[in-house]
């Protein structure tokens, strides 16, 4: 009997290597999630550390999520990094937006140079200039404030890499029959530009907002009352609290601070998809 066709195709085997490896490894960095989640929803009678772990709970219950939300200011934690985190995408996409703009489409004196400037700070760990930084918030006043905590979110150099690259690639065409129509440099950069853009602007807002509702090490820093801390920090307090006794709780509280930027993610990231910026042009 005559093998199946597929069976003799390399690139076959070859794309079938492939998915077995990824879905290899894409299992063992989802692990400790996974066990991060079930630990979350095993009752008080349950081994959390048992060996080999067990995966799936035998009398699931909401007991721990409800108990750590009692205990602590969950609520006031998940404000403050909401609205920390919007701020921060806000002005991120805003500044960004603003500085790529002129460094992909205008003609000026130095702009490869303040470019390469720009790019090359991305190789500037955020250790070394954390405590100028903290200086700086101390020396305005920004200390527990939400502007304190918002202030190294402000701009990104990799926002405006990741921006300028997406400016250059709009075809002239369009920006050349908007200024033929009498619209102004910032009426070309809102009304042509960021549409043209809008991919590159959810994939930045996605990476700012990741980063920011995940950030431990600058709010810690600048912030010394608890009713301003972020999820990261109140899982930490909340850890530090319980002094390891309770890891239900722990696990609960921390399932509660990713399930929103998951969330989040799965929402947006439909718009992270290739659009054609010159499909406005007729030839």
């Keep these: 009997m005559p093998s199946s066709p597929w069976l003799q195709n390399k690139s076959f085997w070859q794309r079938l290597g492939t998915y077995t490896v990824m879905s290899a490894i894409a299992l063992v960095m989802l692990l400790p999630l996974l066990w991060l989640v079930s630990t979350a929803f095993k009752s008080a009678d349950e081994n959390i550390f048992q060996f080999p772990p067990q995966f799936i709970p035998q009398q699931p219950t909401f007991n721990n999520f409800v108990a750590v939300w009692q205990a602590n200011p969950f609520g006031r934690y998940f404000f403050n990094s909401t609205l920390v985190a919007g701020l921060s995408v806000i002005l991120n996409l805003l500044f960004c937006a603003l500085a790529a703009y002129p460094l992909a489409r205008l003609s000026f004196r130095g702009r490869?140079?303040?470019?390469?400037?720009?790019?090359?700070?991305?190789?500037?760990?955020?250790?070394?200039?954390?405590?100028?930084?903290?200086?700086?918030?101390?020396?305005?006043?920004?200390?527990?404030?939400?502007?304190?905590?918002?202030?190294?979110?402000?701009?990104?150099?990799?926002?405006?890499?990741?921006?300028?690259?997406?400016?250059?690639?709009?075809?002239?065409?369009?920006?050349?029959?908007?200024?033929?129509?009498?619209?102004?440099?910032?009426?070309?950069?809102?009304n042509v530009m960021i549409p043209a853009v809008r991919p590159a602007l959810v994939t930045l807002a996605i990476f700012v907002l990741i980063g920011s509702w995940s950030d431990f090490l600058w709010p810690l820093i600048v912030l010394d009352?608890?009713?301003?801390?972020?999820?990261?920090?109140?899982?930490?307090?909340?850890?530090?609290?319980?002094?390891?006794?309770?890891?239900?709780?722990?696990?609960?509280?921390?399932?509660?601070?990713?399930?929103?930027?998951?969330?989040?993610?799965?929402?947006?990231?439909?718009?992270?998809?290739?659009?054609?910026?010159?499909?406005?042009?007729?030839?």
């Design 112 to 190: 490869e140079v303040i470019f390469s400037i720009i790019v090359s700070t991305i190789m500037i760990p955020f250790q070394i200039v954390m405590i100028p930084l903290y200086i700086l918030t101390v020396q305005l006043g920004l200390r527990n404030t939400y502007l304190g905590i918002i202030l190294p979110s402000l701009a990104s150099a990799f926002g405006i890499f990741l921006l300028r690259q997406a400016f250059q690639s709009v075809p002239k065409e369009l920006e050349e029959a908007a200024r033929m129509d009498g619209c102004s440099e910032l009426g070309i950069w809102w």
């Design 225 to 283: 009352r608890p009713e301003m801390y972020t999820l990261p920090l109140g899982v930490a307090r909340l850890a530090g609290g319980l002094a390891g006794d309770d890891w239900r709780q722990i696990a609960a509280g921390s399932v509660i601070s990713i399930v929103p930027i998951i969330l989040v993610f799965v929402v947006l990231q439909r718009y992270i998809v290739p659009t054609d910026s010159g499909s406005g042009l007729k030839g």
